[in-house]
């Protein structure tokens, strides 16, 4: 009966220490101007920072080159500067949640960065359940396609080159 | 679309990194469809809003369309 309290306390620490930690998700947008050789160093220091406040990974992704949907503006050193491309990049990792004030400031500092998004997630990777989603509606048109392509392909070419004579004569 | 399509499609989590799952709940002009259009259930319909509002603010979606 003496080892059952201890046994107990120990299991109420453990809960305490899981339940102070959660899964956080940290999606950024690098500065386009950096050297796409420089983006892994920038991403591994990204993922020192992430750890050195006590962060565990879970999974993450390089940043990539994407074309941004609207134009950013970013202040830094007193010019304003414009951004139509960046590398977006994210990573999943547990953190404390008295840790993460701490990565936003030092985020927040940081120069390479246009924006971040630190957000509560779950630790199952949301992603890929839906890719599996993706690959059932693209199905369907494929099979469609498959079996109209033999006998559509040899009278598409004569269409189409009357097409451009007609586009031509006009 | 009258079920709902999360539910349908069983997603738990509405990511704001799945764009194309994102788009097919935006209009022309790029606002967020109604879910009386979509069928979206109200808890979704939240949780979508959310998703598309995050990938807009990091340039993964347009606030609009011109």
């Known amino acids: 009966m003496e080892f059952m309290p201890e046994e107990e306390v120990k299991d109420e620490k453990e809960i305490s ?7 956080y998700e940290l999606g950024y947008l690098l500065v386009p101007t950096i050297p796409e050789e420089d983006v892994p160093a920038v991403y591994g220091n990204l993922k020192e920072l992430v750890s050195s406040l006590g962060g565990v990974a879970i999974s993450d992704e390089m940043p990539k080159k994407i074309p941004l ?6 202040v830094a050193a007193n010019v304003r500067e414009k951004f139509n491309t960046a590398y977006f990049g994210w990573s999943k990792f547990t953190m404390d949640s008295d840790k993460i004030l701490e990565l936003k400031k030092k985020l927040d500092l940081d120069p390479k960065l246009i924006r971040f998004l630190l957000l509560k997630t779950v630790k199952e990777n949301t992603i890929a359940a839906k890719r599996f989603v993706r690959g059932e509606m693209h199905k369907r048109p494929v ?20 097409e451009i004579d ?5 | 679309m009258k079920q709902d ?5 069983n997603i738990k989590y509405i990511d704001y990194k799945d764009i194309e799952i994102l788009k097919r709940f935006l209009n022309p002009s790029g606002k967020i469809m109604s879910h009386k259009r979509t069928g979206v259930t109200s808890k979704n ?14 340039g993964l979606l347009p606030f609009v369309v011109k």
């Open chain 1, 166 to 170: 007609a586009l031509i004569a006009v």
């Open chain 2, 45 to 58: 319909q939240r949780a979508l809003a959310n998703a598309i509002k995050h990938a807009r603010f990091l």
């Open chain 1, 17 to 23: 220490e899981d339940a102070n930690s959660k899964v």
């Open chain 2, 5 to 9: 399509y999360f539910s349908a499609n």
């Open chain 1, 143 to 162: 099979m469609r396609k498959n079996g109209d392509s033999g006998a559509v392909v040899p009278i598409n070419k004569e269409e189409i080159d009357k």
């Open chain 1, 69 to 74: 949907a609207y134009a950013m503006l970013k």
